[in-house]
């Protein structure tokens, strides 16, 4: 959605119907993601992709379908190793795609709400119905502290509305099934829940050529950015085009007074044990999911034996990345942002670090036969 959220608003704005379709649940190595999403309007014209071209044409008609009268329904495609390939792909997958139209002034009205939320980078969450007794398509839009709209009951709407702040506050898309009333560990309604959450934060700590580098590929992974060091001559915008915002305050304090959640990733580049030490008992107060430290590790030994002076014990030692980053024989600033980026990404999905050479079944975790490549490693 975030892709084409410009281009959603305008034709919200504009009054041009459209169809919506957005891909719902995926099976195997599918081009997108839960959430894609691909518009057509009234004239023909088209945004956003599913699947990278290859079940395109047909979703097309589909949408066209749906816009000229047709109700809401969930279309499924199947994509065959040959139309992967001809994609980019090593194997073929199955994507799910809710398809339903915003041809009324009312529909467009409520879901440009939702974008306005998303593009102020505010939590919501839009829960569908999929399939079961309740109406396919209808919607409900969650907030922190309110709703808008119904899936058919006030006991679906309840507990989908309970389920959909969870999801929000943990950053997940995911399919919930409920009983007609809203009664869980039944399989009666399927319902789509699409978070929007705020972009994941990335605290850089320390002023240097390491941390401009990680600066840009945080905001190139999609994180909030934000350097922070106490040296105004090295704490400047210009030093850090690319980050959010740039905070010349001692890294502990600055780190106390600002918000942490289980998806922030912490990385201290200071290289200053001044600094490290108090601004690391910080950290590991917060509920932050990664905290990567440079140095090396004679450096880190020197660390540890501060913190545990400090009083920090073995199981909270534990959550430091450090040396921080993946043995990629990094070098340049920009190798070594690569190598924490990829350890950063190793902690959020549960990856091994591991040449995917080296292992067979699915490539993509939490999917069935994934195991190690037999033979000597």
Do not use: K, N
């Amino acid at each position: 959605m975030r892709d084409i959220l410009p281009d959603l608003r305008a034709r919200c704005a504009d009054g041009t119907p459209f169809a919506l379709a957005t891909v719902v649940a995926v099976h195997g190595s599918a081009p997108r993601d839960p959430g894609a999403v691909l518009a057509v309007d009234a004239a023909g014209r088209v945004a956003g992709s599913v699947s990278g071209g290859c079940v395109e044409g047909d979703l097309y008609e589909v949408a066209r379908e749906v816009l000229a009268g047709a109700a809401p329904r969930v279309v499924s495609y199947g994509i065959s190793d040959d139309e992967a390939f001809g994609i980019g792909l090593t194997c073929g997958g199955t994507i799910d795609v809710l398809v339903r139209a915003y041809a009324a002034e009312a529909e467009r009205h409520d879901l440009a709400a939702v974008l306005d939320l998303i593009a102020a980078g505010l939590p919501v969450a839009e829960a569908t119905v999929l399939s079961g007794p309740a109406e396919t398509g209808a919607r409900l839009v969650v907030r922190p502290t309110s709703t808008l709209g119904t899936l058919g009951t006030e006991g679906l709407d309840a507990a989908v509305t309970d389920d959909a702040r969870r999801l929000l506050a943990q950053g997940r898309t995911e399919i919930r099934w409920y009983g007609a009333s809203g009664r869980r560990r039944a399989r009666e309604v399927a319902v789509f829940v699409r978070t929007y959450a705020p972009p994941p934060r990335m605290l850089v700590f320390g002023a240097i050529d390491h941390a401009a580098a990680t600066a840009r590929i945080g905001s190139f992974l999609g994180y909030r950015v934000t350097v922070c060091d106490a040296r105004p001559a090295f704490a400047t915008r210009e030093r850090f085009p690319t980050a959010d915002e740039v905070v010349r305050a001692r890294p502990h304090t600055y780190l106390e007074s600002t918000e942490v959640d289980a998806r922030t990733a912490i990385c201290v580049l200071t290289h200053d044990a001044g600094f490290d030490v108090p601004l690391l008992l910080a950290a590991l107060r917060t509920p932050a999911g990664y905290i990567g430290v440079m140095g090396s590790r004679r450096t880190h030994r020197d660390r540890l034996a501060r913190l545990r002076a400090a009083g920090v014990d073995e199981d909270h030692l534990a959550r430091l990345a450090a040396p921080v980053g993946l043995d990629l024989g990094a070098r340049t600033p920009e190798e070594t942002a690569v190598s924490i980026a990829a350890e950063i990404i190793q902690h959020r999905r549960g990856g091994t670090g591991r040449p995917l050479g080296e292992l067979t079944g699915s490539i993509h975790h939490g999917e069935p036969g994934r195991r190690e490549a037999p033979g000597p490693r």
